[in-house]
């Protein structure tokens, strides 16, 4: 079993839908949580940290559900811009990131 | 202030041969941390260096190795290229230290090495 999976997608979305992705994970001592986006052939960028209680940051909402190992990330209002993969990323100790395959969205004018 | 820089940015190599990757941090960042990322993988850590010491270490073999300078710059090297090599090799920086608060906060990446062994 992967530490963390995602669905691959990809999403084909219409510019303004909203869209939601999840992933697990399977270490339950994980402490830091995130998501990373990644345009094609770059690198990751942070796209924002992931809490308990949930947080949001403009048209992005993440929220992480302890108990089932789940995280999810919101985006509403979706732009062309948007178009990337997006990666689920945990961390045990802080030392090492462990990234999901990503997930692919492309978002359609 | 100066993000994460990597060079060279692509590299064709034979198999066998031997590579160095090099990495300047972030300026005020003293850890950086290597990662792999195969063609549609995510990344996958390599290892770690916080104060010119390894901490902590993914799963590769032996003949992949790292420094880290006082001025927190870093290198990868990896001997007797393998055709599975090639890939996306990032760097990534942080403030951070053992207790890994780096990873708390996120990490930077820079723009990667493509690595291609033929």
């Known amino acids: 079993r992967k530490e963390v999976e995602q669905d691959p997608g990809p999403f084909n979305v219409p510019e303004g839908a909203t869209v939601a992705f999840n992933c697990t994970y399977s270490?339950?001592?994980?402490?830091?949580f995130f998501w990373y986006r990644q345009d094609c052939r770059k690198e990751p960028k942070l796209l924002m940290s992931?809490?308990?209680s949930g947080n949001e940051d403009g048209r992005f909402t993440a929220q992480l559900n302890r108990a089932s190992q789940y995280i999810s990330l919101l985006i509403r209002d979706s732009k062309l811009s948007d178009s990337a993969t997006y990666l689920c990323v945990v961390s045990l100790y802080g030392n090492k990131l462990v990234f999901g395959a990503g997930t692919i969205l492309r978002v359609k004018s | 202030e100066t993000g994460v820089t990597q060079s060279p940015t692509h590299l064709i190599k034979t198999r066998g041969q031997q590579v160095t990757l090099r990495c300047s941090s972030q300026?005020?960042?003293?850890?950086v941390s290597w990662y792999q990322q195969a063609l549609g993988q995510g990344p996958q850590f390599i290892f770690q260096y916080y104060r010119e010491e390894e901490n902590g270490r993914g799963n590769f073999p032996p003949r992949f190795s790292g420094l880290q300078f006082p001025n927190y710059s870093s290198e990868l090297n990896v001997n007797a290229l393998e055709l599975d090599d090639s890939a996306l090799y990032l760097c990534?920086?942080?403030?951070?230290?053992?207790?890994?608060?780096?990873?708390?906060?996120?990490?930077?990446f820079g723009s990667g090495t493509r690595l291609t062994v033929v």
């Open positions: 992931v809490y308990s």
């Open positions: 270490n339950s001592a994980s402490q830091s």
């Open positions: 990534a920086s942080s403030l951070g230290g053992r207790a890994g608060t780096g990873g708390l906060y996120g990490y930077t």
């Open positions: 300026s005020g960042h003293n850890t």
